[in-house]
Every structure is written in structure tokens, then in C-alpha cells.
């Protein structure tokens, strides 16, 4: 099959496109690279910089293309914050250039790459897709939005549509900016160094961490899993696991004896977040095959950042 992969260069979108072409798959990416690095992309995955809202290009990279996955957002929730009206015009008005792309060049499926985030607090645990959304942040909304306009342009132009709400996605190359890094790869670093782990909050707030190699078995079975049109389904493990164990693991892991150092902040996040993974085990035929601490092990030794 052709793929065309925005945001290939990322996290989840190089890990994407290197699975594809070792597959055989003939794989284009597309990155404006605010924050991918291009040289993890295998040799024959086809790499072009650029704007996913740059029309033009999209339509050259759609040509005879048969699936596309579309990646490219901004994802920093702190960031969203500060600047919602960027967030807005790449993670809606991208996503919509996409699709009107899309319609215009005849391309049949698109997968999208949404969040667990857009549920917000929920007392119902693991949730469903089937609960109200309650996006608490401008990231969290522009994903929301971006899975309402797939679906609709979808539906309107006969392009099949599923829209993959990824939980809390972890493994070797995630990126770790120096404001507001992820859990599990922070811990790492700051274990390695033998310094306290720093806790924000109470430690008690709960996540659900899946395996990017995970992630990426559920993403290749989107794009011709059968039955799937307009659905929006959970990737996730099922498990939930507060940060305090991310942390006690991780000490484990490397070595550090040092305490625990918990800081009071008010932007700790949802209290609790774990997938019901029943319609992708359904729909897709997915179920999780690497558990948190063989993932946390994986992360450890095959990362070339975390070598001692």
C-alpha cells in the first residue's frame, strides 16, 4: 500500500513510518519538524519538509496515495495554554487542509491520531468512547474539534474516517522538551543523574501508558480494518498506574535511592485517565503486548539518551 504520514518525523509518526517501510510499504512523510528529526526515518521512508496547511504540497505527496495518517499537531498542553490561537490554526486548520486535500486528490481513508486528553476528569474509569468529552485545555479542544472535522468532511466527501484516541504514549525517542516533560522519560533522566524524582502533586493522579510499539500495531490495523467508518476508538493498555508508581518503578530501574520530592501544583492534570480498550480489541483485533515494566526496561536500554 501507499501511505502518506504527517508529523512522520515525531514521536509516534517515525515509529509509524520505519514500521511500514520495513514492511514493505511505500511510506511519504510530511514534517515541518518544530520538533521531529528526520535521520531516525529510514532510508526509503520518501521525507518532505513542510506545512501541513501548505495545499499545494499535499496535493503532489496525496497523489495515488491510499491511506494517510495524519500526526501533525502541536502537543504541549502547558504551551496551549499560552498560545490556543496556534494550536487552533495547526491542529483544526491543518487537519482541515488535509481533508479538503484529501477530497480534492481522491484519497479513501484517513486515520487521525487523537487523545485520551479530550475526556477531561471523569468519574467513570476506564471510559468509554462513549463519554461526554470535557476537553480541559486548547490542546485537548483542538483534538476534539480535528475528530469532528474528520468525521464530517468524511461523511460528506465518501472518505472513510476512524480517529485513534491515544492515552499516555511512551518509549525510546519521545521527545522531552525542557518545559513540561513527559513522566516516564523525565523519570528516566533524572534517575540516571541520582537525583530526587520531582513529584507534582500528591503522586495520586493516575495515567494509562502504552508501549509506542503498541501504538503502533493499533495505528497499521486502522488502515484496513473493516467496519471501522466514523468510529473513534481508545488505544491504551486498560491499565491505570499513578505516578508514584512511575516513579518507585523508575528508582527501581536505574539505581536512584534518593526520596520522593513532591511539589504542590495546580496544574497536575485529570485525577485519574485509563482507556476501555473493548472496542479496539473489537474493531481492531488489539490488545497490548508489552507490559509498563518491560516498556520502562525497553525504554532504558534501547535509548541511545539514556546510556550511562
Not at 33 to 59: A, C, Y
Not at 93 to 109: F, H, I, K, P
Request: proline share 6%; glycine share 8%.
Amino acid at each position: 500500500m501507499k501511505f502518506l504520514i504527517t508529523g512522520a518525523a515525531g514521536f509516534l509518526g517515525s515509529a509509524l513510518a520505519n514500521c511500514l517501510a520495513r514492511e514493505g510499504h511505500q511510506v511519504r512523510g510530511l514534517d515541518d519538524l518544530s520538533t521531529g528529526e528526520p535521520q531516525v526515518l529510514f532510508d526509503d521512508v520518501h521525507f518532505t519538509r513542510g506545512d501541513v496547511n501548505d495545499r499545494p504540497k499535499l496535493w503532489t505527496l496525496l497523489q495515488e496515495v491510499d491511506c494517510v495518517y495524519h500526526l501533525a499537531a502541536r502537543v504541549s498542553v502547558s504551551e496551549s495554554i499560552l498560545y490556543p490561537l496556534e494550536y487552533n490554526a495547526v491542529n483544526v486548520g491543518g487537519t482541515v487542509s488535509l481533508m479538503e486535500a484529501m477530497r480534492d486528490v481522491g484519497v479513501g481513508r484517513v486515520v487521525l491520531i487523537s487523545s485520551g486528553a479530550v475526556y477531561g476528569d471523569n468519574q467513570d474509569q476506564p471510559v468509554k468512547e462513549s463519554a461526554l468529552p470535557s476537553p480541559p485545555s486548547p490542546y485537548a479542544v483542538s483534538k476534539l474539534a480535528a475528530e469532528y472535522y474528520v468525521n464530517t468532511i468524511g461523511n460528506l466527501w465518501g472518505i472513510d474516517t476512524v480517529s485513534l484516541r491515544v492515552f499516555n504514549a511512551y518509549g525510546p525517542g519521545q521527545h522531552i522538551p525542557p518545559s513540561h516533560p513527559p513522566v516516564i522519560p523525565n523519570f528516566l533522566r533524572q534517575g540516571l543523574r541520582g537525583g530526587s524524582l520531582v513529584v507534582h502533586g500528591d503522586g495520586q493522579q493516575t495515567r494509562d501508558y502504552i508501549y509506542v510499539d503498541d501504538v503502533v500495531r493499533s495505528m497499521v490495523a486502522a488502515a484496513t480494518a473493516p467496519d471501522i467508518n466514523q468510529n473513534v476508538i481508545n488505544i491504551g493498555s486498560g491499565k491505570e498506574t499513578s505516578v508514584r508508581e512511575i516513579a518507585e518503578m523508575t528508582q527501581k530501574l536505574t539505581g536512584d535511592n534518593a526520596e520522593l520530592l513532591y511539589t504542590p501544583r495546580s496544574d497536575s492534570g485529570v485525577s485519574r485517565l485509563c482507556a476501555d480498550i473493548t472496542l479496539a480489541k473489537k474493531k481492531l483485533k488489539f490488545t497490548p503486548k508489552i507490559k509498563l515494566q518491560e516498556g520502562l526496561e525497553k525504554t532504558l536500554s534501547e535509548d541511545p539518551r539514556f546510556k550511562i
